[in-house]
């Protein structure tokens, strides 16, 4: 079954932490390039962060030096470490496959597998 099933998310006060998990299924895992979107109420999807199959990332500005992305080859799980979070960070999170990473990583119509996504709520 292709899957990516995200868990972690939950609320938590600004200037906390949380560490969101997508587990993926093999085939996906071995052979895509992964990343984090996030998608508020009203508001368009937008990428957070990107890691490529050797682990190279790439992030937003407005994550950067409070995100982290990483993934675990032997679990096939991709994580999204955030800290420092403000309410600005509350949205939905989802994972998404890409088969290769383009000029503009952050084009969500490039991402062919989506998960569910997980609902992150930060308040002030």
């Known amino acids: 079954l292709l899957q990516l099933v995200e868990s972690g998310g939950g609320s938590v006060q600004a200037g906390g932490s949380l560490r969101l998990s997508c587990s993926v299924s093999?085939?996906?895992?071995?052979?895509?390039?992964m990343a984090w979107f996030r998608q508020a109420p009203g508001k368009e999807r937008e990428g957070v962060a990107v890691?490529?199959?050797?682990?190279?990332?790439k992030y937003a500005d407005s994550v950067k030096g409070r995100f982290t992305i990483s993934k675990d080859d032997a679990k096939n799980i991709l994580y999204l470490q955030m800290n420092t979070l403000k309410p600005d960070d509350s949205a939905m999170y989802y994972c998404?496959?890409?088969?290769?990473?383009?000029?503009?990583?952050?084009?969500?119509?490039?991402?062919?597998?989506w998960g569910q996504g997980t609902q992150v709520t930060v308040s002030s």
């Open positions: 890691i490529d199959r050797d682990g190279t990332p």
């Open positions: 998404a496959a890409v088969w290769r990473i383009g000029t503009d990583w952050t084009n969500a119509d490039d991402y062919i597998y």
């Open positions: 093999t085939y996906i895992y071995s052979r895509y390039s």
